[in-house]
């Protein structure tokens, strides 16, 4: 059997599936899931197979990896994850694939996570990427591991451009969930990623913050992870300034600055093409 530690992803002990922002829908198809994983075995006496097989996707920084780190963390399953670029370099795709699950089945409770799937799993169709004779073994290869996969494994994979996928590995998964763009209120985003310990000081005066939550709207740059990433950031400097408290107005700051919106003592200048006529995608 090949090496655990080849496969194994490092997962952050303190990302709880309360840090995951998801929305009504996911929120339930995630409960809906895991009752079905903690009555596993009674199922499977019945012959019934819960879930087991996810495909996550949306656009990038949307929570797809996060989620799936969150999950390994609250249902203690050991997390492993496949190179892909490195194994397509190597032109060993298909033998990692049967590996992972071998390694999977062998240690038992794992989560198996390939992301940006779309790379072995697009249309059999396409020419786009280049050795498709070598992706067409991973292809087949994922295809039978999946057919064959224990009920106590389970397979997430994560994508960018579900429109590329083959519908043969779509229709094999189980459990779908889109992942969007942030539709919170920046503050309340904040709030969310805001550690205990760190204290919120609401000092953005409401010109800043309704010029840079109207901007925010048409960003298509944005994202949760860089929103995660900017009050990690606070959080470090409240942490090294000895105040364990983080300004809003700083939160804000650098949000206008990621946008290029110009902030000068309390005025602003904006990009050059107004809001409504950005060239941001919507």
Request: charged fraction near 25%.
């Amino acid at each position: 059997m090949a090496n655990i530690d080849e496969f194994l992803m490092p997962v952050d002990t303190n990302i709880k599936l309360s840090s995951v922002i998801l929305s009504e829908e996911n929120k339930e198809k995630i409960r809906v899931f895991l009752n079905e994983i903690n009555h596993r075995d009674e199922l499977l006496k019945y012959g019934l197979y819960p879930m087991n097989r996810l495909l996550f996707y949306g656009a990038s920084g949307t929570g797809k990896t996060y989620l799936t780190k969150a999950l390994s963390n609250y249902m203690k399953y050991t997390l492993l994850y496949v190179d892909i670029a490195k194994a397509l370099s190597n032109n060993s795709v298909a033998q990692n694939m049967a590996d992972i699950f071998a390694v999977a089945k062998e240690t038992g409770n794992c989560i198996v996570f390939l992301d940006e799937c779309d790379s072995i799993t697009m249309s059999r169709y396409t020419t786009e990427y280049g050795d498709t004779a070598q992706v067409r073994r991973a292809t087949n290869s994922l295809f039978q591991q999946l057919d064959q996969m224990d009920p106590k494994t389970v397979f997430v994979a994560a994508t960018n451009l579900l429109f590329k996928i083959d519908p043969a590995f779509e229709r094999r998964m189980n459990l779908k969930l889109e992942f969007r763009r942030p539709d919170l209120n920046i503050k309340d985003t904040v709030k969310h990623f805001t550690f205990p310990a760190f204290e919120i000081v609401d000092d953005v005066d409401s010109t800043t913050e309704d010029i840079v939550s109207r901007r925010a709207e048409h960003y298509a740059k944005l994202s949760y992870f860089e929103l995660q990433g900017l009050v990690e950031r606070a959080m470090k400097k409240a942490v090294m300034d000895g105040t364990m408290t983080i300004r809003m107005s700083d939160i804000y700051s650098d949000l206008a600055k990621a946008m290029n919106i110009k902030f000068t003592f309390g005025t602003h200048v904006e990009p050059p093409q107004a809001f409504e006529h950005s060239t941001e995608n919507p």
